[in-house]
Nanobody, 119 residues
C-alpha cells in the first residue's frame, strides 16, 4: 500500500490549499476501520499530528489549525483530504497522511506533499 499525498505548493499567506491523500490498494475494510490523520513536518522539527478523524467520524485538530483546517474522508475513494484556509507562514511543512490502529501506524510513510506559505 502506498500513501500518495498531493495538492501542495506555494501559496501566499491568507490563501487556501486542499490536500488529498489516497491509500492506494488498501482493503476497504482496513481503511474504514482505521483512524486517519494528517501530519506535518517542518524543517528541523519533529513530525506533528495536525488533524485526525476517527473511524466513527470524530475529528480533532491541533490548536494552531483549529478554525482554519478541515479534514474529511471518502471511504469509497480510500482518500482523506485537508482543506487549509487562512494559511500562515508557520504552516510551511511537508504534509503526510497515515492511518492509525491499535496505536500503530498502518503503513510506511509516503513522500508527503510540500506546502510553502510565503509572507
Amino acid at each position: 500500500v502506498q500513501l500518495q499525498a498531493s495538492g501542495g505548493g506555494l501559496v501566499q499567506a491568507g490563501g487556501s490549499r486542499r490536500l488529498s491523500c489516497v491509500a492506494s490498494r488498501t482493503i476497504l475494510s482496513t481503511f474504514i476501520s482505521a483512524d486517519w490523520g494528517w501530519y506535518r513536518q517542518a524543517p528541523g522539527k519533529q513530525r506533528e499530528l495536525v488533524a485526525s478523524i476517527s473511524n466513527n467520524g470524530r475529528m480533532n485538530y491541533v490548536d494552531s489549525v483549529k478554525g482554519r483546517f478541515t479534514m474529511s474522508k471518502d471511504n469509497a475513494k480510500r482518500s482523506v483530504y485537508l482543506q487549509m484556509n487562512s494559511l500562515k507562514p508557520e504552516d510551511t511543512a511537508v504534509y503526510y497522511c497515515n492511518g492509525l490502529r491499535g496505536g500503530s501506524y498502518l503503513y510506511n510513510w509516503g513522500q508527503g506533499t510540500q506546502v510553502t506559505v510565503s509572507s
